[in-house]
């Protein structure tokens, strides 16, 4: 099984370590990023990952708002 997995992260180097865990780890497929809380909302509701690495503080939305405000709720 694999694991259809988001980043959801505003910093660039945060995303850039977290983009090359995923696509070196077997059983997880890297869908989509999102780099502020609007962003990931829309991520969420519109591409329904399994697996969502999820930042606290972003602009726009921080990701508790973003987990409160989700139609689909993966594990985070």
Known sequence: MTLRTLICEDEPIARLHLRELITGTN??????????????????????????FLDIRMPLRDGLEVLRAAQHHPAV
């Open 27 to 52: 059983g997880l497929s890297l869908i989509g990023e999102a780099a502020d809380g609007e962003a990931a909302l829309s991520a969420i509701n519109g591409l329904t990952p399994d697996l969502v």
